[in-house]
T-cell receptor, first 115, second 115 residues
Framework: KAGVTQTPRYLIKTRGQQVTLSCSPISGHRSVSWYQQTPGQGLQFLFEYFSETQRNKGNFPGRFSGRQFSNSRSEMNVSTLELGDSALYLC??????????????FGPGTRLTVL | AQTVTQSQPEMSVQEAETVTLSCTYDTSESDYYLFWYKQPPSRQMILVIRQEAYKQQNATENRFSVNFQKAAKSFSLKISDSQLGDAAMYFCAYNGLRANSKLTFGKGITLSVRP
């Protein structure tokens, strides 16, 4: 089975721009979660999507948004980029997420640099 | 809210020796999962070991074992016979059992292995 894939792997943007990151989960997985990883804050949960619905959300401003498509692929969007948004963005997929635990499998991440 | 604390930012171990990585957590829930994840440099995060809180027996996966002390809310990872490939960042993480539970990570610890 193919693993979780994320595109693009690297991205450079300037302040004020917006960006869209993509995540394709493992086939059959219906839950996709997004995390932001920075040296200072570590790994922080952004949101989780399950069956095209946002099921859980972390404490991030409204500039961070996401969606999930019927094939379980997910995108996250960051509008009006700030320097502090520079981070590694990880997505993870699992069979169903939440409740009874299903292991999360992580993608390689998208490294976003905001100049 | 649940919190996970990894107080040691870095550790070093001699190849073939044993090292223990510490983790404490705080929660009001009685049932939950605890994890150790490994993130090698520029590589994907992978699950090392998982512990269900309702199980008294400590989890073991080959050279990796945990010391789970539920009353003390402590969850340490022991790596035996350390290998060069064990060099990575290790994250302790918590996940509750409620449908809206999310994976909460500690700040991580960078483990280096000396040849």
């Amino acid at each position: 089975k193919a693993g979780v894939t994320q595109t693009p792997r690297y991205l450079i943007k300037t302040r004020g721009q917006q960006v869209t990151l993509s995540c394709s989960p493992i086939s059959g997985h219906r839950s996709v979660s997004w995390y932001q990883q920075t040296p200072g804050q570590g790994l922080q949960f952004l949101f989780e999507y399950f069956s095209e619905t946002q099921r859980n959300k972390g404490n991030f401003p409204g500039r961070f948004s996401g969606r999930q498509f019927s094939n379980s692929r997910s995108e996250m969007n960051v509008s009006t980029l700030e320097l502090g948004d520079s981070a590694l963005y990880l997505c993870a997929s699992s069979l169903s997420g939440g409740g009874i635990y299903n292991e999360q499998f992580f993608g390689p991440g998208t490294r976003l640099t905001v100049l | 809210a649940q919190t996970v604390t990894q107080s040691q930012p870095e550790m070093s171990v001699q190849e073939a020796e044993t090292v223990t990585l510490s983790c404490t957590y705080d929660t009001s829930e009685s049932d939950y999962y605890l994890f150790w994840y490994k993130q090698p440099p520029s590589r994907q995060m992978i699950l090392v070991i998982r512990q269900e809180a309702y199980k008294q027996q400590n989890a073991t996966e080959n050279r990796f074992s945990v010391n789970f002390q539920k009353a003390a809310k402590s969850f340490s990872l022991k790596i035996s016979d350390s290998q060069l490939g064990d060099a990575a960042m290790y994250f302790c993480a918590y996940n509750g059992l409620r449908a809206n539970s999310k994976l909460t990570f500690g700040k991580g610890i960078t483990l280096s292995v000396r040849p």
